[in-house]
């Protein structure tokens, strides 16, 4: 059920409701039924509240009904708090009252065995043909401060309630219903009001992509922070991503699963290098979703983003009241990958008459401590640094102090300027408490740890920098048609395996440049083939059943004579047929050899979440080793595939670094965008390996030394 598909009505229901019917309430609030009406009273719901049990005619001033059925009046949302065989009853007594959502307590399904799951699959089924909207099962509930509706139920911790208007628009999505209580708790404790907190539990019916749509398309809601353990739908996720980012509504997601070792075992290096996390990573550079390591990066980021100021770029100041808390500043600043600005000399001018001589005006600014006994100092030096047209972003690591008016003087400072401001708390446990908010809504946003500071901002500079990169452009050429030659592969069975030859027809039949080679069945063949192609040649086994021919000697390269070639092909016949005699040998390809570029690796895999995923990274023999990847998830624009190019370690080879020419970067990105295009047209392309593509200096192009396929048998 796409989100597409469900009306305003059964949101409405889930988040707006104007009655809520408790089926399983009780009067113990150390169950679920009995704590999520405890919450409902604290959130201060204005709407009508039915408990159902037919043990009891009254629950906490509540009177209590026997079933739904005898309900007066509608029921907007039904919170099912039953043991599991009884919830499937209780869906279809909701449907028969006309309820419009559910949540569903009750666990004992997905979570626990086959049995369960089959259950699950019943309540899909039944929310689809019955139009209603199901959070769950096993959630912890839905809460909604900007309804006063806490639909949720929680032990030994009090729901957090919040003293102003949820100004924040934080939305909170989480996987987890205890991780989202430790989000919400730290979030209370750091001055940030969450709209919005869903726990979606085993997602039977209603996805964490579904309910992340539903937020970004909430006129209150700012931003959304997430806990998430994996999405079976990639392709939704990414829909509702490019609907944030198109928005310019930021997603925090905190993913666990990093490091799950994978089971899967791939014949291709490409295969191998794409595991399931790195693909959620590069999915979330290539959406403009912001990662985070842990709850209290969350939160600072968080914090930055609630401040309402976007950085226009990744040059920081630094204003500190001590030296010392000043050079470390500027040591993390740099280490996230932060520019320490380089103050204009009218800036340290205009500084050097607020400071004495011995106070540091470059950046980082030494106040020496005359900011926490010498009031007004801070507000007269904060605002002249900030207006420097080299400075994005102000950094404060300011001693809070009352004698000087340190809030006071904060707010004046944001008052002064549009640019992003950023508090350090220099002295752990000190921070402005009370005065978090405050500050927050004028533009201050207060972080804790240095550390988490720069890290945290370089990624809000880093998400900044990819909302303006954003185009509305369509990210792939539908236009685009599959060459016929891919006919003659359709037939294959699964997990078929195309050798060099066929790999490389089919990247030729798609305009992909191909080295030049020609095949040969005898010694004299071979050489013959050389002549005609031109000195040096390479010889390599051609075989469809071995894809890695270095690894059993079957290739000799750099030949320069018709003898070595006729050597060659004896030597790499001999050592193919001994080291795999399994194999199909059908004789060499006489290759044409290249001078003078550099060796790449372009390969598709499939994600089972995100399907088809385009990597590129350091080619030849070595990429295994080095491991030096990017990746993208399918459909990538030419922005993604430049950046991809941009994030290897080796790019500065590619750039052109000590003296070495650059290569020829756009023919490398026409080249990949054209795999790309394949991959999204062809589904039974399972897996492709060109290592190496060879990427020549500016002007020369790319060529396809080496390739390798797999294909599936049926479409996806």
């Excluded at 290098?273 to 709850?295: D, P, T």
């Excluded at 399994?582 to 372009?602: C, H, N, P, S, W």
Aim: charge should be negative.
């Amino acid at each position: 059920m796409t989100v597409e598909k469900m009306s305003s009505k059964g949101w409405d229901s889930l988040f707006y409701p104007s009655s809520i019917a408790v089926v399983g309430a009780s009067p113990d609030r150390f169950k679920p039924g009995g704590n999520v009406l405890s919450n409902i009273r604290a959130g201060g719901f204005k709407g009508a509240v039915f408990p159902v049990n037919p043990k009891h005619t009254e629950i906490n001033g509540w009177r209590c009904f026997p079933d739904l059925a005898s309900v007066p009046g509608p029921v907007d949302l039904a919170i099912i708090a039953v043991k599991s065989p009884q919830v499937i009853p209780a869906l279809q007594e909701c449907a028969a009252r006309g309820t419009g959502a559910v949540i569903v307590f009750s666990s004992g399904f997905g979570e626990v065995d086959e049995a369960g799951l089959e259950h699950q699959q019943e309540i899909k089924e039944l929310a689809e043909r019955l139009d209603i909207r199901v959070c769950g099962p096993n959630t912890m509930g839905i809460i909604n401060y900007l309804h006063g509706m806490q639909a949720a139920f929680v032990y030994g911790y009090t729901l957090p309630s919040w003293a102003v208007a949820n100004e924040t628009g934080i939305a909170l999505i989480c996987q987890s219903g205890g991780v989202g209580c430790s989000i919400l708790e730290t979030c209370a404790a750091s001055g940030l009001e969450v709209a919005i907190y869903v726990c979606t539990g085993n997602e039977a019916a209603t996805d964490f992509a579904d309910y992340l749509t539903y937020c970004i398309r909430h006129p209150r809601i700012k931003m959304v922070a997430s806990y998430m353990e994996g999405v079976r739908d990639g392709g939704k996720l990414g829909r509702a991503a490019d609907l944030a980012l198109a928005a310019g509504k930021p997603v925090v997601i905190l993913k666990a699963g990093q490091h799950e070792a994978s089971a899967r075992a791939a014949r291709s290096h490409t295969g191998a290098l794409a595991g399931s996390a790195s693909v959620y990573k590069s999915f979330f550079l290539q959406k403009g979703i912001i990662e985070v390591q842990n709850i209290s990066e969350m939160v600072a980021v968080l914090s930055l983003l609630a401040a309402g100021r976007r950085p226009g770029g990744n040059r920081v100041a630094i204003m500190a009241s001590s030296g010392g808390h000043a050079v470390v500043a500027a040591d993390k600043c740099a280490a996230a990958g932060l520019e320490v600005a380089q103050l204009s000399p009218n800036t340290r001018q205009r500084l050097a008459e607020h400071l004495p001589s011995f106070a540091g005006t470059a950046n980082p600014v030494d106040f020496t401590g005359l900011d926490v006994v010498q009031p007004g100092l801070l507000k007269q030096c904060a605002p002249i640094t900030a207006s420097d047209p080299a400075v994005d972003v102000l950094v404060l690591s300011h001693w809070l102090n009352e004698r000087v008016d340190s809030v006071g003087q904060l707010h004046e400072i944001s008052a002064c300027t549009d640019k992003p401001l950023v508090l350090l708390g220099t002295i752990p446990g000190r921070s402005p408490g009370r005065a978090t908010p405050d500050l927050l809504r004028s533009g201050v946003a207060c972080v804790g740890e240095v550390d988490m500071a720069a890290g945290a901002l370089a990624k809000v500079v880093q998400y900044a920098k990819k909302v303006k990169q954003r185009t509305s452009d369509d990210n792939y050429d539908h236009k685009h048609t599959t060459p016929a030659v891919l006919e003659d592969y359709l037939a294959m069975k699964t997990g078929s395996l195309l050798g060099e030859r066929e790999a490389k027809e089919l990247l030729a039949s798609c305009s992909i440049p191909v080295v030049p080679e020609l095949p040969a069945t005898s010694a004299e063949e071979a050489a013959a083939a050389a002549e005609k192609l031109g000195y040096p040649v390479a010889v390599k086994v051609d075989s469809p059943d071995i894809a890695h021919k270095t690894e059993i000697g079957g290739i000799r390269l750099n030949l320069t004579g018709p003898e070595e070639v006729r050597r060659a092909f004896g030597a790499v016949i001999e050592q193919a047929g001994r080291r795999r005699p399994d194999a199909l040998i059908r004789g060499v390809l006489v290759q044409k050899m290249l001078e003078g570029g550099l060796e790449t690796l372009v390969g598709i895999s499939r994600d089972p979440v995100f399907g088809p995923v385009l990597t590129f990274g350091l080619g030849g023999i070595w990429v295994e080793v080095m491991k030096d990847v990017s990746l993208r998830v399918l459909p990538a624009s030419e922005n993604d595939i430049c950046e991809m190019i941009g994030e290897i370690k080796a790019y500065p080879l590619l750039a052109g670094a000590r003296g070495r020419p650059p290569a020829d970067l756009p023919a490398l990105v026409s080249v990949m965008a054209g795999v790309a295009r394949l991959a999204i047209d062809w589904p039974e392309l399972e897996e492709l390996d060109i290592n190496p593509l060879m990427v020549m200096p500016e002007g020369r192009g790319v060529c396809v030394v080496d390739a390798l396929a797999v294909v599936a048998a049926e479409r996806s």
